[in-house]
């Protein structure tokens, strides 16, 4: 099983700043890695797929990069609205598809 | 507007079952892949279930192999897991999620089942 471990477990920032948040594989994932986006009450959402393009609707503030083991969510101007839990996701070696543990980004 | 809409979470005793259902509106079910993800309090998602479109390829999370169970429906537009020998550490909000066609990831959530096994 690929276990994903994201860093920070929490990340402490004023709006205006840039977040960078890690995922990192225990094994190579190739490009098939997501990232999701979770605010309290409510489901994820995609974000991020194939390591590096947005899904429909998310503003282009949002970019995924890496390959293989190492993965990057960069958030390049955090509005009020992007406070919340971010999680990844590998699909590259299956089932079972496997999540990070997630990293909560909080306002500071 | 895609919608995934969950049902049947609710109370059950140790060794209870309980039968959860998503149903798809907004879009063609029999097109895409489906999955079971589950959320326990205060906790991160963990993937439960696929099942692929015709439904002839299953697939289950070590966690809950052998208990739980993934169907679908097509023609009702929806999506079923049966859960059996319930556990307390089951407990948890269960969300259905779309196959994302282009890649890797999943594309829509219902809003998701809450599930509580305790005695």
């Known amino acids: 099983e690929i276990v994903l471990t994201q860093s920070p477990v929490t990340l402490s920032l004023s709006p205006g700043e840039r977040a960078t948040l890690s995922c990192r594989a225990s094994?190579?994932?190739?490009?098939?890695l997501a990232w999701y986006q979770q605010k309290p009450g409510q489901a994820p959402r995609l974000l991020i797929y194939?390591?590096?393009h947005r899904a429909t609707g998310i503003p282009a503030r949002f970019s995924g990069s890496g390959s293989g083991t190492d993965f990057t969510l960069t958030i390049s101007s955090l509005e009020p609205e992007d406070f919340a839990v971010y999680y990844c996701q590998q699909r590259y070696n299956w089932p079972p598809i496997t999540f990070g543990q997630g990293t909560r980004l909080e306002i500071k | 507007e895609v919608q995934l809409v969950e049902s049947g979470g609710g109370s059950v005793q140790p060794g209870g079952s309980l039968r959860l259902s998503c149903v798809a509106s907004g879009f063609t079910l029999s097109a895409y892949s489906m999955n079971w993800v589950r959320q326990a309090p205060g906790k991160g998602l963990e993937w439960l279930s696929y099942i692929s479109s015709s439904g002839t390829t299953i697939y289950y999370a070590d966690s809950v192999k052998g208990r739980f169970t993934i169907s679908r429906d097509n023609a009702k537009n929806s999506l079923y897991l049966q859960m059996d020998s319930l556990r307390a550490e089951d407990t948890a909000v269960y969300y259905c999620a779309r196959d994302f066609l282009l890649g890797a990831g999943f594309d829509s959530w219902g809003q998701g089942a809450l599930v509580t096994v305790s005695s």
């Open positions: 094994q190579s994932v190739g490009n098939y």
């Open positions: 194939d390591a590096s």
